[in-house]
């Protein structure tokens, strides 16, 4: 086994992922182990050609994007039958070095990967193991498909370092301060990438450097646009990180492109759990070419486990914007299954003692979060004061001025526990050329129910907080025309314990509307209060009730 890893792993964790042949009409019968290899191959030479590669202890290799197809059409198929692992030194500890490319394509190319009989634990010390690379000509030409499971994919160290020079906490960050430009999995402009099978792990042995999942697409200033970019996982991802190795970003997803996974375990990160950064992709019912949703799609996450490991930056769990004032909009999705800790279940946790840990930061376009937990799911901040949700809708000065309103918001679906503030914030301006009016943007918060709970509950001191509205001319046939800050509630009940307020000085919708001055809705949407004061007027901090009695020892 190679050195670069020193990993020692028995045969049986070797094979999580059994592979079971199908003979005569359909029956399933379980394979013979297959034989334990010993040999070791050493690739010398760019392979760019199809190859089959059978009952092999080890695949090395020190050369350059060891497989590789690029600059014409065509296929390339690698079998890898009863192959333990494959493993990429990079000797000169530069980058730009990969196990797996397809790229620069002159028409459709394919570059098929096959796994078979046992899943190979793949190994780099440069930080990239997969990478599809397109081009800007609206087609994708080139494609990369992965076929049966992955034991573990693991890198010495992430591909970039850390990032400087962040902007403050709630603006947007910058193409030049956004870090680690590629990932353990890497797509760009123009490709496609879909994997069909597990992969057990995604791992590093460095803390606080790369990404583990990165997908970019096209500028969406460029002429080219919209040049398709799709990224799809339809298997089940275990980890991403670990509590002591994490990546600096887990789940990044940049510039027009849609990205779809299945299911992954807990994602461990310091500086961005989920990213999506002007991703425009996802508005509608708009499906990929292989039939899931557009946008950022991840549709079961075990947790999202933040935790910071620098002192520039502060910690985001999970970070939108997609939506820009640009020439489309899009959305992100997470659904979280939470993770059993103690006597709950946690979908997030954020610990930042030094700067403002945010769970979910929304600064345009519509960010959807789901429980998929009858127990709910709880959003955990450790360290310092921050926010459960910052929603704050920015437009940038490329503003297509067609665009009747640019819509900033955060939906929670299902039954959460909220432990701190949530904020809204009016649309600003952002730029420094011609601007187009505030009155374009609405920023918004929305509660609703699912199959697994009717509504969120909030532990002691959590509130909502809906800043006023900026606006000084009406949104074209809006029945609230003057107002862009808002909350909303649909089909939903929130429960109360106390010191938990609602300050909102925006617009209150629901379905009917919630009488503050009763407390409970006898339709479809209702607050339960335990200790709490609700007024017409809403609630500020002034008429918090006193915090409850201690429990007598009598």
């Known amino acids: 086994m190679s050195e670069l890893l020193n990993k020692n792993l028995t045969v049986g964790q070797r094979s999580k992922f059994a592979f079971l042949p199908i003979v005569g009409l359909g029956t399933v019968v379980a394979a013979e182990p297959p034989v334990e290899p010993t040999d070791v191959l050493e690739i010398t030479a760019q392979v760019t050609s199809s190859e089959t590669y059978n009952d092999l202890k080890e ?103 850390r990032p ?57 200033n460029s002429t080219s646009y919209p040049a398709p970019t799709e990224q799809a996982f339809l298997g089940t991802i275990g980890d991403i990180g670990s509590a002591s190795n994490r990546f600096l970003y887990g789940i990044s997803m940049l510039q027009q492109a849609d990205q779809y996974i299945e299911e992954v375990g807990t994602i461990y990160a310091t500086f961005r759990g989920v990213r999506n950064y002007r991703s425009e992709h996802g508005s509608g019912n708009q499906l ?162 699912n199959e697994f709970g009717r509504g969120s509950k909030f532990n002691p001191g959590a509130y909502i907080d809906i800043e006023k509205s900026t606006n000084t001319t009406p949104l074209q046939g809006d029945e609230n025309a003057y107002n862009n800050t808002r909350l909303i509630f649909s089909n939903s009940g929130l429960t109360w314990s106390y010191s938990n307020y609602i300050h909102n000085l925006g617009v209150l919708r629901s379905s009917p509307l919630v009488n503050p001055s009763q407390g409970t809705s006898l339709a479809t949407s209702s607050f339960e209060f335990n200790t709490v004061y609700i007024s017409s007027n809403h609630v500020n901090p002034d008429n918090q009730p006193s915090s409850p009695p201690p429990l007598s020892r009598y």
């Open 288 to 449: 990929t070419t292989f039939g899931k949703p557009t946008g950022q799609y991840l549709k079961s996450v075990e947790m999202i486990d933040l935790k910071r490991a620098g002192t520039s930056y502060n910690t985001i769990a999970v970070y939108n914007w997609n939506d820009n004032g640009n020439k489309s909009w899009g959305r992100q999705y997470i659904g979280l299954r939470g993770k059993k800790i103690g006597d709950e279940y946690v979908g997030i946790s954020v610990e930042d003692s030094l700067q403002v840990p945010i769970a979910l930061q929304n600064i345009g376009g519509v960010q959807e979060i789901e429980a998929l937990n009858h127990e709910g799911v709880a959003i955990n901040l450790i360290g310092n004061a921050g926010y459960t949700a910052f929603v704050h809708g920015q437009i940038n000065n490329k503003n297509d001025s067609s665009r009747e309103s640019v819509l900033t918001k955060t939906s929670f679906t299902g039954p959460f526990t909220i432990t701190a503030p949530l904020k809204v914030r009016s649309t600003l301006w952002i730029g420094s050329s011609a601007k187009p009016p505030l009155e374009k943007g609405i920023s918004a918060l929305e509660f609703s129910s």
């Open 164 to 220: 400087r020079n962040i902007d403050g906490e709630f603006t947007p960050e910058t193409l030049r301060k956004q870090g680690a430009p590629y990932g353990v999995i890497s797509l760009t402009t123009g490709a496609r990438q879909v994997f069909y099978g597990n992969i057990g792990a995604i791992s590093t042995g460095s803390n606080a450097l790369g990404t583990a999942i990165y997908v970019r697409g096209d500028n969406p």
């Open 59 to 161: 695949v090395s290799s020190s050369v350059t994007n060891v497989f590789r197809l690029a600059d014409t059409s065509g296929e390339q198929n690698l079998r890898f039958n009863n192959v333990a692992q494959i493993s990429l030194i990079n000797k000169s500890n530069s980058s730009g070095f990969y196990i797996f490319q397809v790229s620069s394509p002159k028409d459709t190319q394919k570059q098929n990967i096959y796994f078979t009989q046992k899943a190979p634990l793949i190994s780099s010390s440069s930080g990239v193991i997969f990478s599809a690379i397109g081009n800007l000509d609206g087609r994708l030409l080139s494609q990369q498909n992965v076929y049966g499971d992955i034991e573990e994919l693991f890198v010495t160290k992430g591909s970039i370092a």
